[in-house]
């Protein structure tokens, strides 16, 4: 089955600072590939999704990049700000969800 | 229009004892899948349904299993509560297949079996 391993596990920046969270994935037939951040005791919600045939994807201080030949995706934002620190989990997906243990942002003030 | 609804928000339970959880999914939606989130694990994949039919499943005991209404509310049960299935159950909703179209999450069921 697939597998989605996902680093750091915990990063810390300073605010205005840019974040980068790696992902990779085990199955070349995962076709779809969201983000979602998950603040203290709430639900996670979307913040950003890409699927297979497209490269890039932003969405103002949000990008995803997808490289299928490497089978990796990254999460990037730039101008971090306080309100980012949760945790995001990224996810694949084919024929079922997987999803990565998870990255703990902390953007320091 | 009203999000993903998931019942009871916290339970405690004994060992042995058995557990149903609900999810109400966002009008429309006819996918309903289940996770398992512990600290450290991430989100771990129980199963989906659509139109009432199991459509996937992930790799948990027998002990956990689901259904869904006619109405795409959702139930999920767990027997025979170990110690180990203390968590946050949470459902999600998806209008088409999970995959096909993006997940909106329920807050949970938050599990702790003592």
């Known amino acids: 089955g697939e597998n989605v391993e996902q680093h750091p596990s915990t990063l810390s920046v300073q605010e205005g600072d840019s974040a980068v969270i790696k992902c990779t994935y085990s199955d070349s037939a995962s076709n779809y590939f969201p983000w979602y951040k998950q603040e203290l005791g709430k639900r996670p919600q979307l913040i950003i999704d890409i699927r297979s045939n497209v490269g890039e994807k932003k969405d103002q201080r949000i990008a995803v990049t997808l490289n299928k030949t490497a089978k990796h995706f990254s999460l990037h934002i730039t101008e971090t700000q306080p309100e980012d620190s949760a945790v995001y989990f990224c996810a694949a997906y084919f024929n079922k969800f997987y999803f990565g243990s998870g990255t703990k942002l902390n953007v320091k003030p | 229009k009203a999000g993903v609804t998931q019942t009871p928000r916290y339970l405690i339970k004994t060992r042995g004892q058995q557990v149903t959880l609900s999810c109400s999914p966002i009008?429309?939606?006819?996918?309903v899948s289940w996770y398992q989130q512990t600290p450290g694990q991430g989100l771990q994949f129980l199963f989906e349904?659509?139109?009432?039919?199991?459509?996937n499943k992930g790799n948990f005991p027998g002990r956990f299993s689901g259904r869904q209404f006619s109405n795409s509310r959702s139930e999920m049960n767990v027997s025979t509560l170990e110690l180990g299935d203390s968590a946050l159950y949470l459902c999600?909703?998806?209008?088409?297949?999970?995959?096909?179209?993006?997940?909106?999450f329920g807050a949970g069921s938050r599990l702790t079996v003592l």
């Open positions: 009008s429309g939606h006819r996918s």
């Open positions: 999600a909703s998806s209008q088409d297949r999970a995959g096909a179209n993006v997940l909106t």
């Open positions: 349904y659509f139109s009432e039919t199991q459509r």
